[in-house]
């Protein structure tokens, strides 16, 4: 099993819509969990930390499941500025640098 | 505040030749980190300073790979004999302290004819 799997996409949603992606990953020590996004030809950036409670910024809402070893991003109300790829990411296990998926390439529709 | 820096921008190289690539992390940052992203791949961990110091060089490639930083700031990633799949964004990030948010730079793109 792959450290962290991504549904690839591409995701295209219309403007406005409700979309959700998952990412499971294979270490069970992993201890950090984030959301990138990565912008074509760009840098990743810190979406957002996900915490085993859940929680939101905004229109976005992440969750953590230890026990089936996933996290989610919800993305609520989507612009089209949040076309992009949405890196799975997560740190510990052993690993002293952050372990990233490929990725989730979205695109928001007008 | 100024964010991570690298240069160059953009390297291209002749199969065989050494290339240095420069990362520049944020003032008091005393974590840095390199990666690289191949095309069509996930971004690949490779090493990690605190301070000066690299405990762990088992991510670097080969052995035509190594990195250093001194005065706790800047670092350089060597490649040496460049070869063709050595072809990828090379990507530096720096944190506060390990364990903290990582920031990326924008990333060296080198290319191996």
Redesign the interface.
């Known amino acids: 099993r792959k450290e ?1 799997e991504q549904d690839p996409g591409p995701f295209n949603v219309p403007e406005g819509a409700t979309v959700a992606f998952n990412c499971t990953y294979s270490n069970s020590a992993s201890q ?1 969990f984030f959301w990138y996004r990565q912008d074509c030809r ?5 979406l957002m ?1 996900v915490y085993s409670s859940g929680n939101e910024d905004g229109r976005f809402t992440a969750q953590l499941n230890r026990a089936s070893q996933y996290i989610s991003l919800l993305i609520r109300d989507s612009k089209l500025s949040d076309s992009a790829t949405y ?1 799975c990411v997560f ?1 510990g296990g052993g ?9 989730t390439h979205l695109i928001i529709q007008p | 505040g100024a964010g991570v820096s690298q240069s160059p921008s953009n390297k291209v190289t002749e199969k065989g030749k050494d290339v240095e690539l420069r990362c520049d992390p944020i003032s008091g940052h005393t974590a840095l ?1 390199w ?1 690289r992203q191949s095309l ?9 300073f605190q301070g000066n110091s690299a ?2 060089k088992s ?1 670097l490639p080969s052995d035509r790979f190594s990195a250093e930083r001194t005065g706790g700031s800047v670092s350089t990633l060597t490649i040496q004999r460049t070869q063709q799949e050595d072809s990828a964004v090379y ?1 530096c990030a720096s944190s506060p302290g ?2 903290d ?7 060296t793109r080198l290319t191996v004819l």
Do not use: C, H, M, N
């Not at chain 2, 069509?40 to 990690?48: A, K, N, S």
């Open positions: 962290v950090s760009k840098e990743p950036k810190l930390s890196l740190r690993a002293d640098g952050l372990t990233f998926g490929k990725g | 980190y990666y069509g791949q996930g971004l690949e961990f490779l090493i990690y405990p762990d991510g990507l390990i364990g948010t990582q920031y990326f730079g924008p990333g």
